[in-house]
């Protein structure tokens, strides 16, 4: 099977462009109110933005059926919210309260929601990517035709274990599509710095799995390379690797002061290829919307987050028992 | 709307105050959301702060230059355009505003913290050597720097080492020292780079291993102790594995349970390895350059905690500390204190504050727990007859049960109570605040330990 580089060839329609619009802007805000909280010391330790990255997930989303699951890495907030998990409940995770998706347990590297198929929130670089590979692996078992969105970074992207996984994953015809969120930075290491291979859609070319590269800044152009994988894979044809050219705005980190590239270069990428700005213009140009009618979204959005930000402030700590609970399951139970 | 208050930004899971290195804005200037306002300098690094939220500065309330800026502090005023400082300011004279330079200074001066214990004399340093404040995280980077200058063959490998200059700034300047051949920044495999590490100690190089933190060296097991650890023995002697893989280890602050555990146990486990876990900076330095030189592969456990923390440092050219010599940091009669690491903070707090209910605590730093003086530690029970252990990681099979055991083999007929284990609980490391502070060890329950067996 070939790799491709896709050009984007789209149709949409207002409806949908707003929805977009309503979740990628979601995420931003969210995360921008998730960085105020930081600095106000409300949420502690690492804590990874989107921001940037939000024509990924929602794009993907957009092709995800019932009974998909997704799984990612420490930058995890915006799939959370993308795949519709509570936004209150995961700002109080953040913020280590009660309320928050694992209780105040897990912080803003590790949530998860059975509900709604996310498995996680993983804080180790590549160990995302076999238990996704597992995933899927469960749901062909099932003879299911479900699919497993398994992300990781282009950092991660050199870890042995992604390989072994890409070996399994094709040998068995495993369900998963592999999607490479290239941000064009591990922490402070360009890609070019750390890949022999940069292209990273041909890394599973020596495994026979088709790969395509995919302008992650472009919400439609996501949309249509995941169908194309979502069928190919849920055809039974094995797995998919999509590699998604983005780029994160913010630090690696809250504390990563980002002296390996200039302000410029972030200023311009957000001038020039803003996944927002893009759907906005489609919006305005297409006449699905007029400045009001966006100013309105705004508005919404900004209220979901003051919102999921003030339930994260009042929401208690965890009661003290909690330190001793979830350790091990109650039941000893069998595979369904 | 009225006007916000632009606060000093917590930039880092660590940091408690700042410096305001810089304004890059004036008052009465327009800024959008995204705009730089300052240059803000933290226990790290120096980052740029940016505005949240659209507005026009108002009024700067932090000089620039001021140090000690406490996380929190209004730093300046943030207007809505239109409306003006007096008008923002009337409502709400924070009184916390109203002084703000002053108030840094006292804040600084309040959280200074107690200065570092002194060290007790050490044999190896003569008499009269100049002692320098120097903080652990330069002392590890001053020990690499020596090493290398002294030998062509040792050289630094890891993830951000270089270019980045250390994930934590421990490598700071050593790039510019010794050049890219020598400095060499990997790509994100650990597995890969620590088995690279080890076939470049076969083939006689003396390579330093960073991992970024020891939770990631999980992925590189394997290599430590497969690889490293076994090899000179399966050789039958010829294959010497002069390696050092070093990196943070142990819980920092709220990065929760995969990134906060300590392996002291863990590596002290295993034959063939040597193993350093120092507290002080001294210690760092003298042990980190012995690690490099040793034709054993080393595990030598940092604390990302305990980079910025100041001790002095003999100023000797060339000082080195023995693998399997403990330290006896104070000198006590009523019971023994034994720790390593962070665990020595505890050790020495919970020892001053028995002193101050009139139990004499001797505390020992044991440094490396393999080889481990445990000699060391049986004469001090042979004094005391009562003996604490202290440390950050799990109870099970933990660095204090191998105490335990050995002083009951060894010390049974002096102790007049059982040793006691102080621990983290045996849970994965919590995120929440209230959580994560219960599961680490505190001076306090040292206290109450060392009241256990002393009967008191
Ligand atoms: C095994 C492992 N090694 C190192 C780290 C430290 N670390 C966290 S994120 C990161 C960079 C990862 O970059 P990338 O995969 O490109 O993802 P991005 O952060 O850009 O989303 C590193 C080195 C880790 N968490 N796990
Ligand atoms: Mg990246």
């Given at each position: 099977m070939a790799k491709t580089k896709s050009t984007p060839k789209t149709n949409t329609s207002g409806e949908e462009l707003r929805a977009f619009y309503r979740q990628m802007l979601l995420i931003r805000r969210f995360e921008e109110k998730a960085g105020q909280l930081y600095g106000m010391g409300l949420i502690g330790g690492f804590c990874h933005l989107y921001i940037g990255q939000e024509a990924v997930v929602v794009g993907l989303e957009a092709v995800a059926r019932e009974g998909d699951k997704r799984i990612t890495s420490y930058r995890d907030h915006g799939h959370m919210l993308a795949c519709g998990m509570d936004p209150k409940g995961v700002m109080a995770e953040l913020t280590g309260r009660a309320g928050g998706y694992s209780k105040?347990?897990?912080?803003?590297?590790?949530?998860?929601?059975?509900?709604?198929?996310?498995?996680?929130?993983?804080?180790?670089?590549?160990?995302?990517?076999?238990?996704?590979?597992?995933?899927a692996f469960a749901d062909k078992y099932r003879g299911n035709d479900n699919v497993t969105f398994t992300y990781f970074g282009d950092g991660a992207a050199n870890q042995g274990q992604v390989y072994e996984s890409f070996n399994m994953a094709e040998l068995w015809q495993l369900p998963v599509i592999y999607v490479i969120e290239n941000n064009q930075y591990a922490m402070g290491t360009a890609v070019t710095r750390a890949s022999s291979t940069p292209e990273l859609y041909t890394r599973g070319e020596a495994f026979n799995i088709p790969g395509e590269q995919v302008d992650g800044m472009d919400v439609l152009a996501v949309r249509d390379a995941g169908r194309r994988a979502a069928e190919f894979v849920r055809a039974g044809k094995g797995p998919y690797i999509l590699e998604m050219k983005t780029y994160r705005y913010r630090g690696h980190s809250m504390s990563d002061p980002a002296k390996y590239r200039t302000r410029e270069e972030v200023q311009k990428v957000r001038a020039e290829r803003d996944a927002i700005d893009h759907v906005r213009d489609l919006l305005l140009q297409g006449k699905h919307a007029d400045e009001a009618a966006l100013k309105e979204i705004d508005k919404e959005i900004k209220a979901v987050v003051n919102e999921a930000a003030e339930f994260a402030r009042e929401s208690p700590e965890p009661d003290l028992s909690e330190l001793w609970s979830d350790i091990y399951a109650e039941a000893a139970g069998g595979a369904e | 709307m009225m006007a916000t208050e632009i606060l000093m930004p917590a930039?880092?899971?660590?940091?408690?105050?700042?410096?305001?290195?810089?304004?890059?804005?004036?008052?009465?200037?327009?800024?959008?959301?995204?705009?730089?306002?300052?240059?803000?300098?933290?226990?790290?690094?120096?980052?740029?702060?940016?505005?949240?939220?659209?507005?026009?500065?108002g009024k700067l309330l932090v000089p620039e230059g001021a140090e000690g800026v406490a996380v929190s502090t209004p730093i300046a005023l943030l207007l809505e355009e239109g409306e003006s400082v007096d008008a923002a300011s009337a409502p709400a004279p924070a009184p916390a505003s109203t002084a703000p330079a002053p108030a840094p200074q006292e804040s600084s001066a309040a959280s200074a913290a107690p200065a570092a214990p002194e060290a007790p004399d050490d044999p190896q340093i003569p008499p009269g050597t100049e002692m320098r404040q120097?903080?652990?995280?330069?002392?590890?980077?001053?020990?690499?720097?020596?090493?290398?200058?002294?030998?062509?063959?040792?050289?630094?490998m890891g993830e951000e080492v270089a270019q980045y200059q250390g994930a934590y700034k421990v490598s700071q300047g050593l790039l510019d020292e010794f050049g890219a051949r020598r400095v060499i920044d990997t790509p994100i495999t650990e597995?890969?780079?620590?088995?690279?590490?080890?076939?470049?100690?076969?083939?006689?190089?003396?390579?330093?291993?960073?991992?970024?933190t020891f939770n990631f060296a999980m992925q590189a097991i394997d290599h430590i102790i497969n690889s490293a650890a076994k090899t000179l023995y399966m050789s039958g002697g010829q294959m010497p594995c002069p390696i050092v893989f070093r990196g943070a280890n142990g819980a920092a602050a709220r990065v929760a349970a995969?990134?906060?555990?300590?392996?002291?146990?863990?590596?002290?486990?295993?034959?063939?390895?040597?193993?350093?876990?120092?507290?002080?900076?001294a210690d760092a330095k003298g042990l980190l350059?012995?690690?490099?030189?040793?034709?054993?592969p080393v595990v030598f456990l940092e604390n990302e905690l305990m980079y910025g923390e100041a001790f002095e440092v003999p100023a000797l050219d060339d000082y080195t500390i023995p693998f399997g010599k403990a330290r006896i940091w104070r000198e006590g009669t009523d019971v023994t204190l034994v720790s390593f690491g962070i665990g020595m903070k505890w050790a020495l707090q919970a020892a001053d504050a028995l002193?101050?209910?009139?139990?004499?605590?001797?505390?020992?730093?044991?440094?490396t727990l393999r080889p481990m003086d445990t000699a060391t530690v049986i004469k001090s029970v042979q004094k005391t007859n009562r003996c604490v252990t202290v440390e950050e990681g799990w109870p099970v099979a933990s660095?204090?049960?191998?105490?335990?055991?050995?002083?009951?083999?060894?010390a049974f007929d002096w102790l007049d109570a059982p040793v006691l284990n102080v621990t983290g609980k045996d849970v994965p490391m919590p995120y929440a605040a209230n959580l994560e502070r219960h599961a680490l060890v505190t001076a306090q329950e040292v206290v109450e330990a060392a009241r256990a067996v002393a009967y008191r």
């Open positions: 105040g347990k897990g912080g803003s590297m590790h949530m998860f929601s059975r509900e709604k198929d996310f498995y996680g929130g993983h804080g180790i670089v590549g160990a995302q990517v076999p238990i996704g590979t597992g995933l | 930039l880092s899971p660590t940091m408690e105050e700042g410096k305001l290195a810089k304004w890059l804005v004036k008052e009465g200037d327009k800024v959008a959301a995204g705009d730089i306002l300052a240059e803000i300098e933290t226990d790290k690094a120096v980052m740029e702060f940016e505005a949240v939220e659209d507005g026009v500065i120097t903080t652990v995280r330069e002392a590890l980077r001053d020990a690499m720097a020596e090493e290398m200058r002294r030998d062509e063959g040792v050289f630094l597995m890969g780079f620590a088995g690279l590490g080890v076939g470049a100690a076969f083939a006689g190089l003396r390579p330093v291993v960073e991992f970024m995969q990134h906060s555990q300590d392996y002291a146990a863990w590596y002290a486990h295993v034959p063939g390895l040597w193993v350093a876990q120092p507290y002080s900076a350059k012995s690690a490099i030189r040793s034709d054993n002193a101050g209910q009139g139990i004499s605590a001797e505390v020992i730093d044991l440094r660095i204090g049960n191998h105490i335990s055991a050995v002083l009951m083999a060894e």
